[in-house]
């Protein structure tokens, strides 16, 4: 009854192989639409494993494993799964791809997965990835629904780097990973760490001052998304 | 060995914790049988406990309409629940006034049924029908509106106001939902029903319908809808439209001129582009036949279209500008509800009283 | 830590170790949901209850089920599927015994199932090797100590709704600060009992 407002689409092969709208999801998912910052999403690990910036790097790429897999698999089977087991599906996709990954690095990276303890079986309850999930991979194509995925894993990787990158530099003093690359920083000639930046208060404030960064870099805009 | 072993661990567990629930869910959830009491005991019903008050209803050949299907987005299954129905829900709240709430209106399709209830369901309501018809035609009036004519089986009548709607049943694998369409036909044809579908993509109901063949066989109740037209001759009928709104339009203006030829009646149409309208050529026929008939299209999209010699713009600039401020008037509006609220103000500000504008929220 | 009393693992989940303000789980909801004080009352107590008995009978199924048949790798998907039905069946028992408490838990309830303390907890008990009784000391007490930082946190909100907050920290960002800074609070409780 009512006027719709979209058209109908022309066959996405004729658009691209992402439909025309692989830019703007990724775009979306990165920056105007970043898990951490905008939708408040996947703030636990967010703040666990930031301690130091070789655990946040190795978080991110699996959150973007994860999200990617099962974008991937809930959008190929979008349309022959019934609605009552919807949930269960995805929980059980999701789970796959985290236990893969957490197998992986207890194989490969044994230390990490130490260090990162019980926070990469929370992959699951991450509620990125199911929010994605439910939001993006049930109504759109597979393709597209591996970049909403990259995007996402993208915008909480970047966010999860820069707050591991300033956390472990002002807690200690010198970020580890660099120096694994060859590159050495190293302010205990003048600075004396703050041991609370890697204490759980640190993380939160951390967060915090990130958030509000970055909302005064998307102006005012950033009005409509206050919770 | 070790991958079959984690498969029937895993299945069992999910078979066991399955079992569980469900006979933690019959024995829990079990409300036994429940009365429900209808305007003070002209019928009671037994029912099953634990559904919803409208599905209750429904299995009873009670009718309440709902153009959501009781999924709680629409606000039409409003009914007064005397007793037993329970505190009031925060999903019903948006959808009830202070005064509603005060005098125990509630969403049918909210409320569910633990214990004995009472209710109080309008007469309009308790006459509204299940009907089985038969596709007679379907017509294709745009690239993506059909109009479908259903000839009534059983019932084989019906009776209905112009403005009235239907609410057709589609169904899934999962069960029908209910969608509401108005009645495009007029009232003086009894036995049959046009509905003008436009197709929504992803859409259920309008998917069957589009996918509907003659012969197949339809359910729908109905008539639903608060719309009274007019009954005063001088009384001028404004209708205003936007997209398939055009259907219950044409009801009433067909209905408007069986009754009185000489009454005037303006009708304002939007939508986007020259593909979208319908009825052009129905309609300015009407206008030659009933001169006191005047039909505007307005198209808001049209700017490549330079063979266009109607309207531009949104209709609500075009109502602005050929309404003028004066005669008593009634409203009907069909559209989106960007649409009406746009209209709304601008009938307002031409002297309608708002008592006298209406439209139907799908 | 085998030899630690349970209820030391008890005080020290709601103080020392709190599952929120030291371990960071459980930050999703918390934020969503930590506006009203009587919301955030609510869905403590049934975090707590649920966490409670989750932790038990993951505790079970793991040590007499996963272990003894070298499955541990299926241990997330047992512990979700076990989390998820259990709060299911919360859901219908509340809904049965007191409807009142339903309809004000709402929507919260069902939203415990990806609460990150619930699973968390569970693996947390795993990877310290706690006893049945410590588990269920841990499972008890993290639920506290959750519900506690919440409706902390729910009360300083509100009061903050009447404070002038620069446009760019409000919302999420002052919340994270000041959480930050009630965790700073929590760290004086360091020493109390020693655990970890």
Redesign the interface.
Known sequence: MMNNQSQSRPACAARGLCCGRGKQTLSEGFWRSNPIAVQMLGICSALAVTNRLENSLVMGLALIFVCIGSNLFVSLLRNITPRKVRMIAEVTIIATFVIVFDQLLKAFYWDMSKQLGPYVGLIITNCIIMGRAEAFALQNPPLLSIVDGLANGLGYAVVLAIIGFFRELLGTGRVLFFERLGLHIDLSGWYTSNQLMILAPGAFIALGFLIALYNHARGPESEEIKS | MVYLLSILVLAGLLAGLAILLSLAESYLLDYGICTIDINSGERPIQVEGGQTLLSSLYSNQIFIPSACGGKGSCGHCKITVTSGGGPVLPTEKPYLSRQEVRSDVRLACQVKVRQDISVRIPEEFLNIKLFTATVETTRELTYDIKEIKLSLNEPSEISYLPGQYVQVEAPLPEGPVFRAYSISSATSASNIVELVVRLVPGGIASTYLHNLSVGDEVIFTGPYGQFRLNEDPSVELVCIGGGCGMAPMRNIIYSLYEKWPSRSCRLFFGCRTRRDIFYLEQFKQLQQKFPAFEVVYALSEAHGDKQWDGERGFIHLAVDKYLEPGPKRQAFLCGPPLMIKAVTTVLKEKGVDPEDIFYDEF | MTETPALIIFIAAIFTNNIL????????SF??CSRQLDAAIGLGTAVTFVLSCTTALNYV?YHY??VP???E??????F???I??FV??VE??V??FS??LY?TL?IFLPLIT???A???AS??M??RNYTFWQSVGFGVGGGVGWALAIVLIAGLRQKMNYSNI????????????I???M??TF?GFAGMVSIQ
């Open positions: 303000l030291t371990n960071f789980l459980g930050m999703c934020v969503a199924l089920l996963l048949l070298g499955l790798f299926l241990t997330f998907v047992v979700i599927a076990v998820a039905a299911h069946f219908m028992f809904e049965r409807p009142k309809f709402g990806v609460n990150c619930i699973l968390g693996l947390f795993i990877i620069p446009q760019p920290f409000q919302g999420v960002a002052v919340t994270m600060i959480t930050g800074v965790a700073m760290m």
